[in-house]
């Protein structure tokens, strides 16, 4: 889980308030063979991706009906 806040503020001082993106990257590991459910909560646009397909994004009609995505790893 991604859970951070900026707290209306830049992730540093020299980085313009009003347009930066935040990249994350990592690996995810799933204990045994399952459905998983992804979640994304964003406030300016976001997306998640895996095995370089996008499953989440904010632009997606499932996102703006508030349905969830399950994904079979």
Do not use: R
């Not at 300016?44 to 370089?52: H, L, T």
């Amino acid at each position: 889980m991604v859970n951070f806040e900026w707290n209306g503020q830049p992730p540093h001082k020299d980085i313009n308030p009003e347009n930066y993106s935040i990249k994350w990257q990592g690996f995810l590991k799933v204990p045994v063979t399952s459905e998983y459910v992804f979640k994304l909560e964003c406030e300016d646009g976001g997306a998640v991706q895996i095995n370089e397909n996008v499953i989440l994004s904010k632009n997606y009609d499932f996102f703006l009906k508030n349905k969830v995505p399950y994904l079979y790893l």
